[in-house]
C-alpha cells in the first residue's frame, strides 16, 4: 500500500505570512494528489487536485506542486480563515496524509 | 447545486451493526463514484471504500474487509454504507463523498468534491 507522510504535523503562523506544507509518497504517484482543508465539525473541502490545479471557489493564494513522490502545499499569505487542518490524499488508493494542523502563532 | 444529506447521529453497543445513508441530490446519482471516508474523534481521515451507483459495483479498503457493505437505492438516490461487528474504536464520524469526475470523463483519478454532513457513530457498551 502506499503511504502518505505529511509534514509537518503542526505549524503555528500570523496572518500574512507564506506557509508551506509538504506531502511525501511512498511511491512514485505520478501528478494523482488532492489537497483537502478541514475545519473543526465540518467536512473535509477540497482545495487543490491532480497535484496542481485549484477548485473552482478557491481563493488562489492557494498553490499545489510537485509530481512523482513529493508535493507541497502554499498559502501564499494566510487569511484568519485559512487556520484549519490539511490533508493531502492519493487519487488512486485514496490514502490520506496524517494532517497538518495550522494554527495562530 | 449539489447536496449530499446524511442520516442522524447513531449509539450502538458492541458487536451490533450501523447503516448509514447518504441521499445525493442536484445532479446524476448513478453518474459518480460515491466514497466513504471516517474520522475518529482527534483523528485524521481514513478511506473505507466505494460504490459504483450505477453497476452496483464495490471496493473495500483491506481493514473493513468482512465488515463493511455498501449498497444503494438509485430509486430515491441514496447510498448506504452498513459496518458490522462494531467496536469501542469504530466510534467515529462517518462521511459519503463525491467524486469531482464522472464517469464519462475519461479520468481515472477520483477526488471527493462533494461531501456529506458527517454521521456520528457511537459505540459504547
Known amino acids: 500500500d502506499i503511504q502518505m507522510t505529511q509534514s509537518p504535523s503542526s505549524v503555528s503562523a500570523s496572518v500574512g505570512d507564506r506557509v508551506t506544507i509538504t506531502c511525501r509518497a511512498s511511491?512514485?504517484?505520478?501528478?494523482?494528489l488532492a489537497w483537502y482543508q478541514q475545519k473543526p465539525g465540518k467536512a473535509p473541502k477540497l482545495l487543490i487536485y491532480?497535484?496542481?490545479s485549484l477548485q473552482s471557489g478557491v481563493p488562489s493564494r492557494f498553490s499545489g506542486s510537485g509530481s512523482g513522490t513529493d508535493f507541497t502545499l502554499t498559502i501564499s499569505s494566510l487569511q484568519p480563515e485559512d487556520f484549519a487542518t490539511y490533508y493531502c490524499q492519493q487519487a488512486n488508493s485514496f490514502t490520506f496524509g496524517q494532517g497538518t494542523r495550522l494554527e495562530i502563532k | 447545486q449539489v447536496q449530499l444529506v446524511q442520516s442522524g447521529a447513531e449509539v450502538k453497543k458492541p458487536g451490533a451493526s450501523v447503516k448509514v445513508s447518504c441521499k445525493a441530490s442536484?445532479?446524476?446519482?448513478?453518474?459518480?463514484?460515491m466514497h466513504w471516508v471516517r474520522q475518529a474523534p482527534g483523528q485524521g481521515l481514513e478511506w473505507m471504500g466505494r460504490?459504483?451507483?450505477?453497476?452496483?459495483?464495490?471496493n473495500y479498503a483491506q481493514k473493513f474487509q468482512g465488515r463493511v457493505t455498501m449498497t444503494r437505492d438509485t430509486s430515491i438516490s441514496t447510498a448506504y454504507m452498513e459496518l458490522s461487528r462494531l467496536r469501542s474504536d469504530d466510534t467515529a464520524v462517518y462521511y459519503c463523498?463525491?467524486?469531482?469526475?464522472?464517469?464519462?470523463?475519461?479520468?481515472?483519478?477520483?477526488?471527493?468534491?462533494?461531501w456529506g454532513q458527517g454521521t456520528l457513530v457511537t459505540v459504547s457498551s
Open positions: 463523498a463525491r467524486d469531482l469526475y464522472d464517469f464519462w470523463s475519461g479520468y481515472t483519478a477520483e477526488y471527493f468534491q462533494h
Open positions: 511511491q512514485g504517484i505520478s501528478s494523482w
Open positions: 442536484g445532479y446524476t446519482f448513478t453518474g459518480y463514484y
Open positions: 460504490i459504483n451507483p450505477n453497476s452496483g459495483g464495490t
Open positions: 491532480a497535484a496542481s
